[in-house]
Structures are given as C-alpha cells and as structure tokens.
C-alpha cells in the first residue's frame, strides 16, 4: 500500500523568504501522479502543485515548484518570496495511475508565515 | 465555472442518528470522491463514484454509503452515527476517474456528533 509521509509537522518562515516542505512516500509503482495541496483556516483546500512521474522536469506554478526525487521518492515542496497568505497546512499526496482513484495524503505541514 | 458545492456547511446530530451530506461537483466533472478529516487520522479516503458507480471504496465500516446521481451529484449517509464520526468531510471531483486527471475540493461539510 501507498504510504505518504511528511517528517515536519509545523514549520515558519519569515515574510519574502524561501522555505521547503518535505514530502516521501512509498509505492512499488511506476506510474503515479503527486500533488501538494494547501488548506488554509477556512478548511478549503486548494491545489498548489502537482508532478506526473513520469516527467523528469520539476513542476513550477509561480512561486511554487518542487523538488521530486523519483529514485529517492521524495516529492519537496518549495515556497519562495513566501507571503502571509501562504499561511495553511499543507498536505503532500499521493495518486495511482492505475485506475486506483483513492489519494493518499501526508499527515500535513502547517506553515506559518510571520511578518 | 462554479466550484465544488457542499451541503450543509455545519450539521450537529446524536449518537445513532443518522446524516446525509451533499455534493455538486465541477460543472462537466464526473467522477466524486469523499474524504473524511480528523485530527488524528488526518484525510482518509472513503469511497470515489464515477457515472453513478462506486468504483473504489476506501476501509470504512458499512455504516458509510454513498451514491451518485445521473447528474453527477453525489451525497454520503452515515447511519447509527458514532462520537468517532465527528469531522469534516470533504468532498472532490474530477473529470476523469483516472490520476491525471487533478481532484478539486469543496469547502466540506463540518459534523460534529454529540
């Protein structure tokens, strides 16, 4: 079975600077799909990021992009010119590619971003 | 396009009675997933639906079910609700049951069992 694991269970960054969350997971397939979500105290929870395996290039979404690992599994997160609104925890996630429709998510890193 | 939907919001029962939440996905999407969230076991997948067919079921009790209607709306019962039930639930949808394709999440729905 899949499993997901974030190592950090709260973390804060001072506003504009840069900070990576860690993500690894386990899984015995080839063909999977990450994503990093964020659910910020309005419980809504957001798409952030996400990496198709079989991409060898990291994604980006503006300030977002991630380090993925794929010998290693590991799937980081990093946040640049962190903002007060990045506030949240965020939740690293795991999906089959196989048809198996259930996403595994990380136990979540809840971000802290000071002024 | 209109985001996923969630009713109610809030939802405060008893012990044994029973609930049923709601969902309208993405316009177009037509596969839903629900998850339930607690502070202990964090997002736990319950069961996906696509062209009104469970497709997978994640290791919750009978006491969950759901179903999903031609429309691509969906809604979950718990029955005989236990104090352990008390979460938020979330519901996603997709436009394609495969993982290519991206979940997107409602705003939940909040139950607290009493």
């Known amino acids: 079975a899949q499993t997901v694991t974030q190592s950090q269970p709260e973390m804060s960054v001072q506003e504009a600077e840069t900070v990576t969350l860690s993500c690894t997971y386990d899984t015995s397939e080839s063909n999977y799909y990450l994503f990093w979500y964020k659910q910020p105290p309005s419980r809504q929870m957001i798409l952030v990021i996400r990496?198709?395996?079989?991409?060898?290039q990291n994604a980006t979404e503006n300030r977002f992009s991630v380090n993925f690992q794929k010998a290693a599994k590991s799937f980081s997160l990093k946040i640049s010119d962190s903002q007060l609104g990045d506030t949240a925890m965020y939740f690293c996630?795991?999906?089959?590619?196989?048809?198996?429709?259930?996403?595994?998510f990380g136990a979540g890193t809840r971000l802290t971003v000071k002024p | 396009k209109a985001g996923v939907t969630q009713t109610p919001r809030y939802l405060i029962k008893t012990r044994g009675q029973q609930v049923t939440l709601s969902c309208s996905p993405i316009s177009g999407h037509r596969s839903v997933s629900w998850y339930q969230q607690t502070p202990g076991q964090g997002l736990q997948f319950l069961f996906e639906y696509f062209s009104e067919t469970q497709r997978n079921k994640g290791n919750f009790p009978g006491r969950f079910s759901g179903r999903q209607f031609s429309n691509s709306r969906s809604e979950m019962n718990v029955s005989t609700l236990e104090l352990g039930d008390s979460a938020l639930y979330l519901c996603a949808s997709s436009w394609d049951p495969d993982g290519a394709d991206t979940q997107y999440f409602g705003p939940g729905t909040r139950l607290t069992v009493l």
């Open positions: 996630a795991f999906r089959s590619g196989y048809n198996n429709n259930d996403m595994r």
């Open positions: 990496q198709e395996a079989y991409k060898q």
